[in-house]
């Protein structure tokens, strides 16, 4: 079929019907809709977090051309100029493809409270914009074209993907050190800009195809990228007061050069290979990182029962750190030497092979060595040199019967010396799935997944006395249940139902600061077995019925309810506070959904949606929140 | 140049082979006797003129050309004692004139490999390399085939249509679809974000079939400003953001994995708890240091500019 060449030609052409080709004519056809969106939304607007909160005019289209040999097609949903979402294609016979896809969103965020009493002059809250709302606007536009050589398979292709962020977002931050404390909110208006171009082409090469693309990207932080405030002096730290930059954004650009090569897909035996060569460059500190990844996979199917996969990885992290920074005040220079950031090598192998005795049963069984070598770690104090990691699955797919499918796997990790206290020494996973459909109209699904996590010698750096410390442990759990329902009640009502359950336990040895006397320091508190726990339910009921031929109607709840519980003890004795209650957590989300739609006639369509969100942060009420819209559709179809 | 654009196998799958080459006893009879010719057909043929491959039956497109019996086999025996009198003088009467199906390949049947064969014998010899990573991911190795995702016989190009996307992934990673439901998610089920920003289903680089080479390339899509390098890193935590996000939802502000501040506690010592002499610290002292870490810490990401001490703290 990759022939150019008519495949009506090419066959023996026997005792067919005797039909002649016909002429070939594809109408135009598609849909517009417009409408109005009605919103209404009360307090906080975290029921609604990505919703641009004001009415507006509302309008799409749907189309599909094929005036041979070109091609066009339009999908596109335009909600208000913060919401957005845009598909368009065009595409000349298989030589020109072209393709955008633009998104804009709207996203509502918090402004956390700084309304607290504080301590003055020792601790002090300021909020510069008390009551301000904080949100930005996303856009997105990935652009991508491909150009064919006639009747070769030489591709050159190009790829454009242009973010940007604007708007207006809570800034916080410490104004200087402990004594005194200064924590500062206050609005920050962005303009982030990021565009990323991909160029290159691909081709085969006697057996091979082989692929080389160029990336680069740039990110433009606008005009606030910097921000300046006046510090007070520091005595400990030997700061002098002066107006000081912080929290800045900086600029950079990366560029990367790739090379694809790979055997044709077809074979029992499928070789592919990638190397890639990324630097990455920040104006503003001038840091540098070089990174080369290579990759090589290869498939063996020697059989239909039997199947072996390798893959290998390999990424190498250079980082190029200046030695020294100069902070650069109003009045004041200050130079301070700067430690290295971790450059490292990471290896990983993997093996998988796959056994399919029968059509009711397949196995899969892989292993995967990982090792990750830092270097520059000493100047950390925490990091191990090396890290490993084993793992080991086995997964059964099995099909016992007809109308049920059962999956079950069990993956095992073994971590030598991990990094970070949030990677265990052994973890353990089983996922159980299973499939039931004892009717066409009905379908039942089940999920379990446990996890569960080990981990001894956690490790802790006290900054005085400079120490390590490597005590105590850590074990976590997670139970993830998720079971739906679908079913088709009659040839008009069709019903799904879900219910998602997780909770994440974990129970951690954690250290706190300890003073020893003024100005020294001591080993730390420790605070033993401080269990943390998230957890979540959700359901769903989602309801389609046509009442009549001309009328549908969908209408859908959704209700959440999550939980979190923290039990920090206090280690000091008679603390007037409860470090547990800073972190509370209990909240409900309820979403309420009604779609009417009416035809009207062959062409046109009558629609109303409404839906309402509703927060309740049964923990701290600030975020408690109420949103209501309705939208008023038309559909023209052509 | 036709010696170029062959792309051979280098170990032939024959026992794939022989399943997908069709019925040797038939012979090919062109699409306007199977697809044009059968009442049956007419919706199938009005959704397959719609998309790429049905374009491709027409040398108007200017396409390769592609026909039924390319994927479906050699069609003569279906069609075997059947006439166009037949046929019409069936629709007279109301009935459809069946073919023996049964003589072509068995395509819905096919092991999954099998059936990817069949799209990857023409996809191959046309350099797609969006399938570069393929033959090793996690979709093939599954057994996951072409089929579950693109239906051939309609939609323009047979692309997956960011939009569409979710709902076809989620016909199997239900999962994932009830993480969207928690309280702080990306806004997929909004429509303003899509499965396929961040995860290729033909394999890539990295592991979860990420989009691009490494969990913080794929992040950093959309977040650049999380781009880097720092002058101060966060070690290399950030290398990873699943470190401390979960990008289909948390019950937690910010998909973060836990709250603040035991999300930092996991790995750091709290700031001291107690006074020079002895007593614990005052409630006021406590909640500053102990409700969002992230106040101070507000470059937690990485920083180009020291903290007070002249340390990357991440607070300046």
Same mark, same amino acid.
């Given at each position: ?638 | ?57 027409? *040398? !108007?497109?200017?396409?390769?050309? /592609? +026909? =039924?019996? #390319?994927? @479906? &086999? ?114 997929? *089920? !909004?429509?303003?974000?899509?499965? /396929? +920003? =961040?995860? #290729?289903? @033909? &394999? ?113």
């Amino acid at each position: 079929a990759a022939d150019d060449g008519d495949p009506q030609q090419t066959v023996g052409a026997p005792a067919g019907l005797g039909l002649e080709d016909s002429a070939v004519s594809y109408e135009t056809e598609g849909v517009f809709s417009v409408g109005y969106r009605w919103l209404s939304s009360e307090d906080s607007l975290k029921a609604a977090e990505y919703i641009y909160p004001h009415s507006s005019l509302t309008f799409g289209l749907d189309l599909l051309s094929c005036p041979l040999p070109y091609r066009y097609h339009v999908n596109a949903e335009f909600l208000s100029r913060h919401d957005f979402y845009s598909d368009a294609g065009f595409a000349y016979k298989d030589l020109i493809l072209f393709r955008d896809i633009l998104v804009g969103g709207h996203h509502n965020l918090d402004h956390f409270n700084y309304q607290y009493t504080g301590e003055p002059p020792g601790l002090t809250y300021t909020d510069r914009n008390v009551g301000e709302k904080y949100d930005i606007d996303f856009t997105s536009n990935l652009l991508s074209l491909r150009l064919k050589a006639p009747a070769f398979p030489f591709h050159t292709f190009l790829s454009h993907r242009h973010v940007e962020r604007e708007g207006t977002i809570e800034q916080r931050f410490l104004l200087g050190d402990f004594d005194p404390t200064y924590k500062i909110s206050q609005s920050r208006d962005i303009d982030w800009q990021s565009n990323a171009v991909k160029l290159g082409a691909n081709s085969h090469v006697g057996p091979v195809e082989l692929e080389y693309a160029y990336d680069q990207a740039r990110f433009k932080p606008g005009h606030n990228n910097i921000l300046y405030d006046s510090y007070p002096a520091s005595v400990g730290f030997s700061r002098p007061a002066d107006i000081y930059p912080h929290n800045v954004v900086p600029k950079t650009e990366s560029s990367a050069h790739s090379i694809k090569l790979h055997s044709s897909y077809t074979g029992g035996l499928v070789a592919a290979a990638t190397l890639s060569n990324l630097t990455q460059k920040n104006n503003y500190s001038l840091t540098e990182s070089t990174t080369w990844k290579g990759a090589f996979d290869c498939s063996w199917i020697p059989d239909p029962a039997v199947g072996l996969f390798f893959k290998y990885r390999h990424k190498t992290v250079d980082m190029d750190t200046p030695d020294v920074v100069t902070l650069a005040g109003l009045s004041t220079a200050l130079n301070y030497s700067v430690r290295q950031g971790i450059s490292y090598d990471k290896d990983v192998f993997s093996l998988s092979t796959r056994y399919r005795p029968s059509r009711i049963l397949a196995l899969l069984a892989s292993y995967e060595f990982s090792h990750l070598e830092r270097q520059d770690e000493a100047d950390w104090g925490l990091l191990p040199g090396q890290s490993n990691v084993h793992t080991i699955n086995v997964t059964a797919d099995v099909k016992p019967m007809d109308k049920v499918k059962v999956k079950a796997s069990y993956e095992y990790k073994n971590y030598d010396k991990p990094a970070y206290n949030t990677t265990p020494d052994v973890s353990s996973k089983l996922r159980l799935t299973t499939t039931y459909t004892p009717a066409p109209w009905l379908n039942v699904y089940l999920q379990y997944i446990l996890s569960l996590t080990e981990r001894n010698s956690l490790r802790y750096l006290n900054s005085d006395p400079a120490v390590m410390l490597e005590a105590g442990d850590r074990d976590g759990r997670r139970d993830q249940f998720l079971a739906s329902l679908a079913t088709e009640l009659s040839a008009k009502l069709l019903l799904t139902a879900s219910w998602y359950y997780q909770r994440w336990d974990v129970d951690q040895d954690l250290t706190y600061g300890k003073w020893l006397m003024a100005g020294t320091g001591d080993l730390p508190y420790w605070d033993y077995g401080v269990p943390y726990s998230d957890e979540s339910n959700s359901f769903a009921l989602s309801l389609q019925y046509l009442p009549r031929k001309d009328i549908t109607l969908v209408a859908g709840l959704t209700y959440t309810m999550i939980e979190g519980k923290c039990g920090y003890e206090d280690v000091v004795g008679g603390a007037p506070f409860s470090l547990s209650s800073f972190s509370a957590l209990k909240a409900s989300e309820t979403g309420l959904a009604l779609e009417i739609g009416k035809k009207l006639s062959k062409e046109w369509d009558l629609g109303i949606k409404s839906a309402l969100d509703i927060y309740n942060d049964r923990a701290y009420d600030a975020l408690d929140g109420k949103v209501f819209t309705t939208t008023l559709n038309v559909k023209r179809y052509f | 140049c036709t010696g170029l654009k062959e792309s051979k196998p280098i170990l032939p799958i024959r026992a794939y082979e022989k399943m997908i080459v069709g019925n040797l006893y038939a012979d090919y009879i062109g699409t306007q006797n199977c697809l044009a010719a059968c009442h049956e057909h007419d919706k199938l043929k009005q959704f397959f003129d719609a998309s790429t491959m049905g374009v491709q039956l027409k *040398k !108007e497109s200017g396409m390769p050309l /592609v +026909d =039924c019996e #390319s994927c @479906h &086999g050699p069609g003569s025996l279906a069609i075997k004692g059947l006439s166009r009198e037949l046929v019409d003088e069936n629709a007279k009467q109301g009935l459809k004139t069946p073919c023996d199906f049964k003589t072509l390949i068995d395509l819905k049947n096919l092991p999954a490999t099998a059936q990817s064969l069949t799209c990857l014998k023409c996809h191959t010899a046309n350099a797609t390399f969006n399938l570069h990573n393929w033959n090793a991911g996690p979709h093939a190795v599954n057994e996951v085939s072409c089929f579950e995702c693109h239906d051939i016989h309609a939609g323009p190009d047979l692309k997956v249509t960011p939009l569409a996307s979710g709902k076809l992934c989620f016909s199997c990673h239900k999962s994932a679809q009830a993480q969207f439901a928690l309280p702080s998610h990306h806004p997929l *089920k !909004e429509g303003r974000v899509f499965c /396929v +920003d =961040c995860h #290729s289903p @033909h &394999g890539g680089f990295a592991d979860q079939g990420l989009l691009q080479d490494s969990v913080k390339e794929t992040c950093v899509q959309c977040h650049p400003e999380k781009r880097g390098p720092f002058l101060y890193e966060h070690a290399d935590v950030t290398e990873d953001c699943l470190n401390c996000h979960s990008p289909h939802g948390s019950v937690n502000s910010k998909l973060l994995n836990a709250r603040e501040p035991f999300l930092c506690l996991q790995c750091h010592e709290g700031h001291r708890v107690n006074t020079a002499a002895g007593a614990s610290i005052s409630a006021e002292m406590a909640r500053a240091f102990y409700t969002r870490c992230s106040d101070c810490h507000s470059t937690i990401h990485g920083s180009d500019v020291p903290s007070t001490s002249g340390l990357g703290r991440f607070s300046q």
